[in-house]
């Protein structure tokens, strides 16, 4: 099992910047990747931004390319997701994910709201 908790969410205003953090804690050694996703109102979950075990590689989301960044701490088991040049489209609860390939298992941390606006 793989308990996570997110934290960091907010109001900011446009343009402004937001770090979200998930602590991680449990069985981490069989997570292949951390994740983050976010979902908006009336529409489905997408994926924003993953940071692979393996290496460290990371792939984000078209629409937040060059404005958030996921990066690691191994040390505090904890995943960061910084967002820069925040837009009202932005706005959603986002979640911290990660998974396993080795039981085919996503485990989800309970969401943080973050709110681009005015």
């Known amino acids: 099992q793989v308990q996570l908790v997110e934290s960091g969410g907010g109001l900011v205003q446009p343009g402004g910047s937001l770090r979200l953090s998930c602590a991680a804690s449990?069985?981490?050694?069989?997570?292949?990747?951390m994740r983050w996703f976010r979902q908006a109102p009336g529409k489905e979950r997408e994926l924003v931004a993953v940071?692979?075990?393996?290496?460290?590689?990371?792939d984000y989301a078209d629409s937040v390319k060059g404005r958030f960044t996921i990066s690691r701490d191994n040390a505090k088991n904890t995943v960061f997701l910084q967002m820069n040049s925040l837009k009202p489209e932005d706005t959603a609860v986002y979640y911290c994910?990660?998974?396993?390939?080795?039981?085919?298992?996503?485990?989800w941390g309970q969401g943080t709201q973050v709110t681009v606006s005015s």
């Open positions: 449990g069985s981490l050694r069989r997570v292949n990747a």
């Open positions: 994910n990660a998974y396993s390939a080795y039981s085919v298992t996503n485990y």
């Open positions: 940071i692979r075990s393996d290496g460290g590689s990371t």
